[in-house]
């Protein structure tokens, strides 16, 4: 496709349950972020994967967030035992090496 | 901390007015500045940018300036246009860190026809 697109687009999980988002960056863009926008925030930066390598992961909250991109392409952010302060939307974006970053349509999602 | 700051959460403007929207930073290494436009149930859209070599960028009917001694940038839309209603988030980085983003909390821009 022509841009980043962010499956799925909408996730309720039951406190405790364990989500993956995942991430189809533009392709042939090296850089791919994650971004978490709490409502009425702008996004707050969570992790930066340059092809397969997570070089800053400096901004996931905690050890319950982790994510992947194995093959330099596709992304997947998992959170495990989630919480209701995990209730954000949560943002893809890709970039060619230092250049503005494309951003998905984003997944809402809500732990009830 | 806040590192970049939008202390208008909203602003109003008459279309074919000017609009001007406001950000503020406190971290002196971030060399490269953004502005994105959202709308609703949409992701970020880019729309234009400023390296801190320069104190102006213009693209059409947008033009950002940079002030670097007082850490102040600006985005000015003329004419303003009801389209132009959305959330306008100001974005800053350092190129060192491979463009990871830092953001304000958005302005919300309403252009009344």
């Known amino acids: 496709g022509a841009g980043v697109s962010q499956s799925p687009r909408y996730k309720v999980a039951k406190r405790g349950q364990d989500v993956a988002l995942r991430c189809d960056p533009i392709?042939?863009?090296?850089?791919l972020f994650w971004y978490q926008q709490a409502l009425g925030q702008g996004p707050e930066f969570l992790t930066y994967?340059?092809?397969?390598?997570?070089?800053?992961k400096s901004g996931l909250p905690s050890d319950r967030f982790f994510a992947e991109r194995p093959e330099g392409s596709v992304s997947t952010l998992k959170i495990q035992r989630t919480q209701q302060e995990d209730s954000a939307v949560y943002l893809c974006?890709?970039?060619?090496?230092?250049?503005?970053?494309?951003f998905g349509q984003g997944t809402r999602l809500t732990v009830v | 901390d806040q590192q970049v700051k939008q202390n208008s959460p909203s602003l109003s403007v008459q279309e074919g007015r000017i609009s001007i929207l406001n950000c503020d930073y406190t971290?002196?290494?971030?060399?490269?500045f953004l502005w994105y436009k959202k709308y609703p149930a949409e992701g970020p859209t880019f729309l234009i940018s400023?390296?801190?070599?320069?104190d102006k960028n213009e693209d059409g009917r947008f033009t950002v300036f940079l002030n670097k001694s007082a850490k102040h940038l600006s985005l000015h839309i003329v004419p303003s246009q009801p389209g132009d209603s959305a959330v306008y988030f100001c974005?800053?980085?350092?190129?060192?860190?491979?463009?990871?983003?830092?953001f304000g909390e958005g302005t919300q821009l309403t252009v009344n026809p």
């Open positions: 400023i390296s801190s070599i320069k």
């Open positions: 974006a890709s970039s060619l090496v230092l250049a503005e970053a494309f």
């Open positions: 392709s042939g863009h090296v850089s």
């Open positions: 971290n002196s290494m971030f060399d490269y």
């Open positions: 974005a800053a980085s350092e190129e060192t860190s491979g463009s990871r983003l830092t």
């Open positions: 994967f340059q092809n397969e390598a997570q070089l800053d």
